[in-house]
């Protein structure tokens, strides 16, 4: 297949790409150029799909893949630019665009979120689900019968650039007493970005048309169990500390950032979605120990560079000292 690609190429692209290639697929980049020294031997084209779409005129291609939509109104341009030039429009969405997250198991058809503006171009924690909602609509009506929405959870793996999950195996790896919340049984649910990007080219190479969240089973993964992973994989002598979300919401340790894969409450549901129509449309998902192992070993190939999810050790040992103290435990417990 002739394969356009819209967006960066870092991570989910990055993986895509490479999947792509690697399954015989020809490809070509759109974007700004701001990674173009990831694959230098594929065909790039130059462009704003702000401002320039000129370099897609005149070109056609049997599928699209928009990775790096926020906005509808820069969508809905790209989509009409290609309305004659592509055979299938994927869109990768969000599972953010549901309206109600403390709902369990919700599956594609469940209601989405709304914008009281719908003009609106601010992405914000409350309106980033809502405008990709608008995205997706987008898509649909320029792609009425050619269009594919996936709808990740949480991406992870390598080359993750948010450390929402990488936090965990680096901390673990780091070893001593690690703060966790809750508890070793708190659900949680992602998709490895390598998992996501072929499960969205074998959609492309079936021809398939529809939504799909993508993410892990529901209840199948736990906190807990990541840890685990995380230590088996590094063999570190981390100890966990489990407090209570009571004293961390006190303290003001914000859910998902400061303790990544941490959404207390009735909005814990949001790691609960139904997979069944991806799991029947031939998504497969590689063991947490995998996902784990190699988030790891990037991890310790990468540069250097500042964390952008995670408490930092010094704040970390404050919480452990006031936990301890409240609580009247000694240090570390069993994963």
């Known amino acids: 297949m002739d394969i356009l690609v819209i967006g960066g190429t870092r991570f989910v692209g ?35 799909r702000n401002a320039d779409l000129s370099a897609l005129a005149t070109r056609r291609w049997d599928a699209v893949v928009d990775t790096c939509g926020y906005t509808p109104r820069p969508v809905r341009r790209s989509a009409e ?79 993750d650039p948010t450390d929402r999950f990488s936090y965990w195996p680096e901390r673990m790896a780091a070893g001593g007493e690690v703060l966790a919340p809750e508890g070793p049984g708190v659900p949680v649910q992602f998709i490895d970005a390598r998992d996501l990007a072929a499960f969205a080219l074998r959609l492309l190479e079936q021809d398939a048309s529809g939504v799909f969240n993508v993410v892990s089973s529901p209840d199948a993964l736990t ?51 139904a997979n069944a129509r991806a799991l029947a449309a031939g998504l497969a998902l590689r063991p947490l120990e995998a996902t784990v192992r190699d988030t790891l070993r990037w991890l310790r190939e990468a540069p250097e560079r500042e964390r952008r999810a995670g408490l930092s050790r010094e704040r970390e040992g404050e919480l452990l000292a006031r936990w301890r103290a409240r609580a009247g435990r000694g240090a570390g417990s069993e994963v």
């Open 14 to 48: 990055r993986h895509f790409v490479e999947e792509a290639l690697e399954r015989g697929h020809r490809l070509t980049l759109f974007n700004r150029g701001n990674s173009s020294e990831l694959f230098p031997g594929l065909e790039q084209l130059r462009g704003d």
């Open 81 to 159: 630019a290609l309305a004659n030039a592509v055979g299938r429009y994927l869109f990768i969405s969000t599972v953010s665009v549901y309206a109600d997250v403390r709902e369990p198991f919700r599956d594609e058809d469940a209601p989405l979120a709304e914008l009281a503006d719908e003009s609106t171009e601010e992405v914000t924690g409350e309106s980033y689900g809502p405008l990709k909602v608008l995205c997706e609509r987008a898509v649909r009506e320029v792609f009425p019968d050619a269009h594919l929405i996936v709808r990740p959870g949480l991406v992870v793996g390598p080359h």
């Open 223 to 273: 906190l807990g169990a990541v840890l685990s992973a995380a230590q088996l994989a590094s063999g570190a002598d981390a100890q966990v500390t489990w407090a209570s979300a009571e004293f961390l919401l006190a303290e003001g340790v914000a859910p998902f950032t400061d303790l990544p894969l941490w959404i207390p409450g009735p909005e814990q549901n949001l790691s609960r979605l």
